[in-house]
């Protein structure tokens, strides 16, 4: 199974992958984390990255498409992967679909998460993580049940990232527009896209998502 999340930065893709993970038996695969672990890993690919993502910008369509690569032979991506963040061009969707005709799938759903500009900027910039179990908070919608405190793992190592702030998510939000919305309509041409209001709460949604995942996984 091969399900992805589309959607603007703050749109929610990770919080609901990683409901859907547990969910489904399904592996969530976010190109954004893969990256930020190449960073800090400090490899080739993490060093060309770096100011790239600092900069709120997209990332070469060439490393996106090796990282990825190389993370979905592994093991436990057989069963069905969630891919949160990718493909964010139309080369990425192009790849993807080559990608997976090496092992006869395609992919089964696109679940194009809807939000507003205002509301994500204001999503990106509450969002905090936790550094025990990567657990996703904000300072407003989703604050940990005890301050200052993981709800899962009791870690208080909570992290922020370098790129959420107000410069970089105006870029982030403009590389959105101009390179990642067109999927909407490739996606749609091929009869996979449902497009999901994201501006709810964020349990109503995954239990919406549940419905539309349900049908192919
Ligand atoms: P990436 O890590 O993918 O970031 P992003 O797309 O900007 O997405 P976010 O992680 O910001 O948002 P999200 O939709 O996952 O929201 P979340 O669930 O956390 O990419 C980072 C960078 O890496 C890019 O800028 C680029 O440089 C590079 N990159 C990555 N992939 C690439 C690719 N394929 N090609 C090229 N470059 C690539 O939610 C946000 C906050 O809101 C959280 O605090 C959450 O608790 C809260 N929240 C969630 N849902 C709700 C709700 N319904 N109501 C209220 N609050 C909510
Ligand atoms: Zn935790």
């Given at each position: 199974?091969?399900?992805?999340l589309l959607g603007p930065p703050?749109?929610?893709k990770?919080t609901?992958a990683?409901m859907?993970?547990q969910d489904?038996?399904?592996?969530?695969l976010?190109t954004g984390?893969?990256l930020?672990?190449?960073v800090a890993a400090?490899?080739?690919a993490?060093?060309a990255?770096?100011?790239?993502?600092e900069a709120?910008e997209?990332v070469?369509?060439?490393?996106v498409?090796?990282?990825?690569?190389d993370?979905m032979?592994?093991?436990?991506c057989?069963?069905?992967v969630i891919?949160d963040?990718?493909?964010?061009?139309?080369?990425?969707?192009?790849?993807?679909?080559?990608?997976?005709?090496e092992h006869?799938?395609?992919?089964?759903?696109?679940?194009?998460?809807?939000?507003?500009?205002a509301?994500?900027v204001?999503?990106v910039?509450?969002?905090?993580?936790?550094?025990?179990c990567?657990?996703?908070?904000h300072?407003?919608?989703?604050a940990p049940k005890v301050a200052?405190?993981c709800?899962n793992?009791g870690?208080?190592?909570f992290k922020?990232?370098?790129?959420?702030n107000?410069?970089?998510?105006?870029?982030?939000l403009?590389?959105?527009?101009?390179?990642?919305a067109p999927?909407i309509?490739?996606?749609?041409?091929?009869?996979?896209?449902?497009?999901?209001?994201?501006?709810?709460?964020i349990?109503?949604i995954a239990?919406h998502l549940s419905?539309i995942?349900?049908?192919?996984?």
């Open positions: 199974v091969t399900l992805i703050g749109a929610g990770g609901q990683r859907l993970e489904f038996g399904l592996v969530q976010s984390d893969l930020r672990g190449a400090g490899t080739d993490g060093k990255a770096k100011a790239v993502m709120g997209l070469s369509d060439e490393i498409i090796n990282i990825l690569r993370r032979g592994d093991d436990d057989a069963r069905g891919l963040g990718f493909p964010r061009t139309t080369a990425q969707a192009e790849a993807l679909e080559g990608l997976l005709a006869n799938a395609t992919v089964d759903s696109v679940i194009s998460l809807a939000v507003d500009d509301a994500m204001e999503r910039s509450g969002r905090f993580t936790c550094g025990g990567g657990e996703g908070y300072d407003t919608f989703k200052g405190t709800d793992c870690s208080s190592d922020r990232r370098a790129d959420d107000a410069e970089t998510v105006a870029a982030r403009e590389a959105y527009h101009a390179s990642t999927l309509a490739f996606y749609d041409a091929k009869g996979t896209l449902t497009t999901v209001d994201a501006m709810g709460e349990d109503a239990s419905t995942v349900g049908k192919v996984a």
